[in-house]
């Protein structure tokens, strides 16, 4: 067996041990001190608006055009590929363009945490994007380091951006650490807002993640320092660090993002039966206390602050920007099966909300949500 794989297998036994709570890390007055203060808002008032209702329509008609033809086809409604919960604002009966578009967009996939690692084997929406293209949107793909903390990324991601050629309004689309690390080069880099018109998350790591913080600082270390000829470990500051929840608070607390560039959130989960086999220790992790999870991030922290929320797609972690099919039918059959998502059309109809969100300017309805959550309730039993 290549070492490689080794390694990544003892990775995932240490994983599951720690989750399992054989070493999980407890709470210290100390860490608690050093914790950012958070608070629980109100969606509205916390300033996000809710695209919900007019996404399942750009969506349906995308799907209902050519979508059904792309992989893995499945309706927006009836929580299947989209969650219909409480509050949604209805359709709006307006009609969704649909030919090729003409705006000149340019559409960077910004991954996430190790995607450097199984580059070989999955690519962010390596699976979507010869649809965009078909539309007329470009596409790249900015290639950051599996390993290494977001501020390493965030030049790379600034160094991406300013190579794109022309003068190309960019859409930045990023899963999960991706998010961080381009919300990180939007503010290092005040250059990049003359550039970059909007940004997409797709279970973006907005607010960080527990499971970063139930790594002792030894096995984390270990982890991250493994021999993987694929991806360097980081520098100093390791990738997961720039994860930890009380990193990620402190960060939006002290850091403004360019108010030029508008900021959108698709917010995924899953239930249990329907999130792959590798990855259900973290959800089981998670839902014990965030039951709306995707296995590695809660619904509740994988929104942007002042974003639009276009909605909550019916897919775990890995399925709902990173394919692993063709490449790799072995992990599919096995530890990723239940990878099966229709990312193409999802793909396509954010993009196409953001072009016509920055032509009209009109924006989304105000969130409706319970007082004092940031979440509606759960999904309908």
């Known amino acids: 067996m290549p070492y490689r794989i080794r390694a990544a297998l003892a990775c995932l036994v240490l994983i599951v041990c720690t989750l399992a709570g054989a070493c999980a890390r407890k709470p210290t007055a100390a860490s608690l001190g050093q914790a950012a203060p958070a608070i629980l808002l109100p969606t509205a008032i916390a300033g996000i608006a809710d695209g919900r209702g007019r996404f399942r329509e750009i969506y349906n008609a995308v799907r209902e055009d050519h979508g059904a033809s792309l992989p893995f086809d499945r309706p927006a409604d009836g929580n299947t590929a989209l969650w219909q919960l409480p509050g949604e604002p209805p359709a709006t009966g307006r009609p969704v363009a649909l030919g090729r578009s003409t705006a000149g967009f340019t559409v960077l996939m910004v991954p996430g945490l190790l995607a450097e690692c199984v580059a070989e084997k999955s690519r962010m929406f390596e699976d979507a994007t010869a649809d965009l293209e078909a539309f007329g949107y470009r596409t790249g793909f900015v290639q950051t380091r599996g390993r290494q903390c977001s501020d390493t990324n ?57 499971v970063a913080d139930a790594f002792p600082d030894f096995l984390a270390r270990l ?159």
């Open 154 to 210: 965030a030049d790379i991601v600034r160094d991406a951006v300013m190579a794109v050629p022309g003068d190309a309004a960019i859409i930045l689309a990023t899963h999960s650490k991706g998010t961080v690390d381009s919300l990180e080069a939007l503010a290092k880099y005040p250059e990049l807002a003359a550039r970059v018109k909007a940004v997409i998350s797709f279970s973006g790591a907005v607010n960080g993640s527990p």
């Open 223 to 381: 982890i991250e320092h493994m021999h993987m000829d694929s991806c360097p470990p980081g520098r100093e500051v390791e990738a997961l660090d720039s994860l930890r929840p009380r990193a990620r608070l402190t960060w939006l607390a002290t850091h403004e993002l360019p108010k030029s560039v508008r900021y959108y959130s698709l917010a995924a989960f899953a239930a249990p039966e329907d999130i792959s086999a590798i990855l259900r220790p973290f959800y089981n992790f998670l839902a014990a206390t965030e039951p709306l999870n995707d296995s590695l991030v809660a619904c509740s922290d994988a929104i942007i602050p002042g974003s639009t929320l276009l909605g909550y797609p019916n897919a775990d972690h890995l399925a709902v920007a990173m394919p692993f099919g063709a490449k790799s039918p072995l992990l599919k059959a096995t530890l990723i099966n239940r990878n099966d998502y229709p990312r193409a059309v999802l793909l396509e109809a954010a993009v196409r909300y953001v072009e016509e969100d920055l032509g009209d300017q009109r924006g989304a309805a105000p969130l409706e949500s319970p007082p004092g959550g940031m979440m509606p309730p759960g999904p309908p039993q």
